[in-house]
């Protein structure tokens, strides 16, 4: 049924109009709205693919979170899940076999995924805004043929970038790819791989021309089978502990240069724009986070009597909640819109941005006043607020630190202003 209701929110042809508000040129929707009534209104498709996932991640996630955590590690089901229910992969075209669904719902995915474990909602982030569309959008018909039809299906990628000595200097790679014949030879390591300890193939970024600086960055296809990769422990984490996150080290790996993607020298590129579409899923991310924790605390609230009333009865606590629930709303419209903006192909950096940066900021806080407010059993592993707290605070660290959000932003201001 979800792979059903993927293809019936894939996006029709469309028509341009101007938007009133900023002067953009935007794609209305089939039926001429565009944007919809409310930023934040579902249509009765994405409604509907909402409830599947919502389902999915009660039946069959929620039961596993404790234990999963504790064990630092997925369960199988878990993963096999997400493929049985069209979540891996799901802009693949249908030609490849692929629901070609569109990019909004990855974001609807994210978010109801992270309402109930957030390591499970980045496992399916990476394999929908990073690893499927870098393939989809510069693969060549031999590499589409190869892992699109897979990746939607059974076969889980791993995007290969920060180095221990490049994290928000994402550029400083001391990874090599060097020439032997048609071959490539690449030399170097990789950590905080997400999904490498389950990965069948990475996209790994190395430099083929370290003489040409970051220009010299190329993205190679390289199977997990390949000689000489190997893949390190799983990292024990503060939070997001059931997502996999390893080193993943090549030594004298060697491909053909059909293992390239796209075009040589252009990887920077390629790891620029993926990541851009990638915060979008971790502001995603951080909003079903929020959200998560806010509906497991509420009712406890409402339930939990002091001085003879309930806590949610207390003119403090009432204005602590109503200000936490308005900011989680705030973080929706901002994270659905830029995810709208993409899915049109409508400018959407400086927006996607804006909702990593403030989605991340609100989970730290909605989660820091659920332990709160819930006392003693907020700070007790038998309730699940003290792991969203955990989970949230990476965040503001992955995809991009927050200052580097502020500084982006900042950037595309000062060009706005100046046009």
């Not at 039946?59 to 955590?69: A, G």
């Not at 791993?158 to 200097?169: I, M, N, Q, R, Y």
């Not at 830029?338 to 990593?356: D, G, Q, T, V, Y």
């Amino acid at each position: 049924m979800m792979n059903r209701l993927l293809n019936k929110t894939n996006l029709l042809k469309v028509s341009v109009n101007r938007s009133l508000i900023s002067g953009k040129v935007v794609k209305s929707r089939p039926d001429g709205v565009y944007p919809p009534p409310a930023v934040t209104q579902l249509s009765e498709e994405e409604l509907a693919f909402q409830d599947s996932v919502r389902n999915f991640s009660n039946t069959v996630i929620k039961p596993l979170v404790r234990e999963m955590d504790e064990k630092n590690c997925m369960d199988n089901s878990v993963i096999k899940g997400c493929f049985e229910n069209g979540l891996m992969g799901i802009e693949i075209p249908a030609k490849y076999g692929g629901p070609e669904s569109s990019f909004f719902n990855v974001a609807i995915i994210v978010e109801e995924l992270a309402k109930i474990d957030p390591s499970v909602s980045v496992m399916v982030d990476v394999q929908n805004t990073l690893v499927a569309p870098l393939i989809l959008q510069f693969g060549t018909e031999e590499q589409k043929q190869k892992y699109l039809t897979k990746i939607h299906k059974d076969t889980v990628g791993a995007f290969c970038l920060t180095e221990p000595s490049s994290g928000s200097d994402a550029f400083a790679l001391k990874a090599t790819a060097k020439a032997d014949g048609d071959d490539y030879i690449i030399n170097g390591s990789k950590m905080w791989i997400t999904n490498a300890q389950y990965a069948n193939f990475f996209l790994v970024m190395a430099n083929a021309d370290p003489s040409n600086g970051y220009r010299g960055i190329t993205c190679f296809l390289v199977d997990r089978d390949s000689k000489g990769i190997s893949v390190g422990k799983n990292e024990d984490k503060l939070g997001i502990r059931a997502s996999s996150t390893c080193a993943v080290h090549f030594d004298d790996v060697r491909v053909h240069k059909s293992a390239i993607l796209g075009e040589f020298g252009k990887g920077y590129k390629y790891a620029i724009e993926c990541l851009n579409a990638g915060r979008i899923g971790i502001a995603a991310q951080m909003l079903g986070l929020a959200q998560g924790c806010f509906d497991a605390t509420i009712p406890y609230l409402q339930e939990r009597k002091q001085f003879g009333s309930r806590l949610i009865d207390f003119q403090g606590m009432q204005h602590q909640i109503a200000d936490v629930a308005t900011e989680i709303e705030a973080a929706r419209v901002l994270v659905y819109n830029a995810a709208r903006l993409k899915e049109n192909n409508i400018p959407f950096i400086k927006e996607a941005s804006m909702a990593k940066l403030y989605s991340s900021n609100v989970a730290t806080k909605a989660t820091s006043k659920c332990v709160e407010w819930m006392g003693g059993v907020g700070f007790s592993k038998e309730f699940p607020v003290e792991k969203f707290f955990r989970d949230c605070k990476i965040g503001t660290i992955y995809e991009g630190t927050s200052n580097i959000q502020l500084s982006t932003i900042c950037k595309i201001i000062d060009k706005e202003y100046q046009s």
